[in-house]
């Protein structure tokens, strides 16, 4: 069995969706009250609901997972909970605590407590210029010239410590993942690129932008999810970056959209290095696309793939455009050689 936390997260929903279309037993720890009967219609609906058991997160008592994990012979564990939005983890540092160490460590706990070999993938984001940049640089050196600083910082590192003191205790099958930006039509309309979407596809005058000149990598979220699964089969115990590799600022990704959507940025300040805000408005029609080639690939299939789906359904249906993502069956393939190695 699979045990996933960090539902209705983007991941976890992706993650769950791939599990459950595989036949593999699952369980899946919802996070908040609110979710609870949702995540059971959703499952239902979209997966082989009877391999996939769903508990709220209040039910998973100090020392829950253990017995969870004695009990259901759980092999894999993606903890893919947390709370990552740094002007939230401001506002409720304590909750934030809670979230991204005190889980963390629960689940530690009872992955070294357990008699059984458990392989762990905790997922933590990653706000530097590249991954390309944190590989050269070490995560410790390029987290110092991270773009987002604060409570989520310093709770995701208190992690990265924790699990230091876990591996020399024993735990030796557990893997840290830092994530690049890695997105799909699942992604919540707080986020970037679904709101470029919703203002440039949907025929808005207008758009303002807040640091559109900061540089990080993106990448369709199955593909990262892909990795991570697969990185975690081959080689746990040794922590990765995950990344296309390809930096875009938030004005390149603008930029893009407005090609996809046969439309033409014009910029009502100048096209500089600053970090001001930008407005950026949209009234015309470029008759023909811009050629995609080289490094672009990528961004562009998901970029296109985000502009058709996202927001076109309510968000059970969403799902189900999954499926369709670059990377979907990178993941399926990913999650069978884990399924024959170790569940």
Not at 9 to 28: K, M, P, R, Y
Not at 314 to 334: C, F, I, N, Y
Request: proline residues 2%; hydrophobic residues 40%; charged residues 25%.
């Amino acid at each position: 069995m699979i045990l996933i936390t960090g539902y209705p997260g983007q991941d976890a929903q992706i993650l769950a969706l791939a599990c459950g279309s595989l036949g593999i037993e699952t369980c899946v720890i919802t996070r908040r009250e609110d979710n609870y009967t949702r995540t059971i219609s959703e499952l239902a609906r979209n997966i082989s609901a009877n391999r996939v058991h769903v508990l709220h997160s209040d039910d998973v008592e100090k020392g829950g997972i253990k017995e969870l994990i004695r009990l259901q012979g759980i092999k894999a564990i993606f903890h893919l909970a947390a709370l990552s939005n740094p002007a939230v983890c401001e506002q409720k540092p304590i909750r934030a605590y809670l979230s991204n160490v005190t889980l963390t460590e629960e689940i530690l706990n009872a992955v070294l407590e357990s008699s059984g070999n458990v392989r762990v993938a905790i997922a933590s984001s990653i706000y530097v210029k590249s991954t390309e940049d944190c590989q050269n640089k070490g995560i410790e050196e390029a987290s110092k010239e991270s773009t987002s600083g604060g409570i989520y910082v310093i709770t995701k590192k208190m992690c990265s410590e924790m699990l230091t003191i876990y591996r020399k205790a024993g735990l030796m099958a557990c893997s840290q993942f830092f994530l690049g930006n890695h997105e799909s039509s699942i992604r919540k309309n707080e986020f970037i690129i679904p709101t470029l979407i919703e203002k440039i596809r949907d025929g808005e005058d207008s758009l303002e932008i807040r640091r559109p000149y900061v540089v990080r990598d993106w990448q369709d979220a199955t593909i990262t999810l892909a990795q991570m699964v697969l990185s975690l089969s081959r080689a746990a115990g040794r922590d990765f970056v995950i990344g296309s590799g390809n930096s875009y600022s938030i004005a390149d990704i603008a930029n893009k959209l407005a090609h996809i959507n046969r439309k033409q940025i014009i910029y009502t300040k100048p096209y500089d290095e600053s970090e001001r805000d930008v407005v950026y408005i949209n009234p015309s029609a470029i008759e023909k696309l811009t050629e995609i080639s080289g490094n672009d690939e990528s961004i562009i299939k998901m970029l296109v793939h985000m502009n058709l789906y996202w927001g076109k359904s309510d968000h059970t249906k969403s799902m189900r455009w999954a499926v369709q993502s670059p990377g979907w069956e990178g993941l399926l393939d990913a999650l069978r050689e884990l399924k024959v190695k170790c569940l």
